[in-house]
């Protein structure tokens, strides 16, 4: 389907749903008009915990509006339980990725060709290639009386 195409589809079943008092599937179909129709859209790629589950209506609001793929990446080996905290908070996602280290979500960072990288914690960030952005997650477990935490492997006072 084309861009427009996909665009006035959905805008329609918007209408329709809303009509019907339907609404969480109106914000569904809301979500599939920006998903996946620019070219070249980046790639996103959010961790669960300590990220997500620290700001859930951010999270949900940003993964619903970004224009590219969403790749959730954690440290978990329970897949069926991520899928549910994932829909729990109502983040949209199009995969969830188990990794059983966490030095080994950056090799999924590469093979996805991650373009956004949020996480909460510095070990997850040491070996992500330069050309992605990477963003922080603030949370009580790396940031206490006004300054980051971070181990002298993650960090270096200047």
Same mark, same amino acid.
């Given at each position: ?6 665009? /006035?589809? @959905? ?5 329709? /749903? ?9 914000? *569904? #179909? #809301? ?19 300590? $990220?997500?589950?620290? #700001? !859930?209506?951010? @999270? ?16 978990? $080996?329970? *897949? ?11 983040v949209y996602y199009d995969e969830i990725v188990l990794v059983k ?5 950056? #090799?999924?960072?590469?093979?996805y060709n991650i373009d956004v990288y949020v996480d909460d914690q510095?070990?997850? /960030?040491?070996?992500? !290639? ?9 949370? !009580?477990?790396?940031? *206490?009386?006004?300054?980051?935490? @971070? ?6 006072k200047i």
């Amino acid at each position: 389907m084309i861009a427009l195409d996909q665009v /006035l589809y @959905y805008a329609k079943k918007i209408k329709t /749903l809303i009509s019907l008092r339907k609404f969480e599937e109106a914000e *569904e #179909a #809301a979500t599939k008009i920006t998903k996946n129709i620019f070219e070249n859209a980046p790639t996103l790629r959010l961790d669960l915990d300590g $990220t997500i589950d620290e #700001a !859930p209506e951010f @999270y949900k609001t940003l993964s619903k509006v970004w224009p590219g793929l969403v790749i959730i990446v954690t440290c978990r $080996t329970d *897949e069926r339980k991520a899928h549910e905290d994932a829909q729990k908070f109502g983040v949209y996602y199009d995969e969830i990725v188990l990794v059983k280290r966490l030095d080994a979500k950056a #090799a999924i960072i590469k093979e996805y060709n991650i373009d956004v990288y949020v996480d909460d914690q510095d070990e997850c /960030l040491m070996d992500i !290639p330069m050309d992605t952005t990477v963003l922080k997650m603030r949370n !009580p477990g790396n940031f *206490e009386s006004g300054k980051w935490l @971070y181990s002298e492997k993650t960090g270096e006072k200047i």
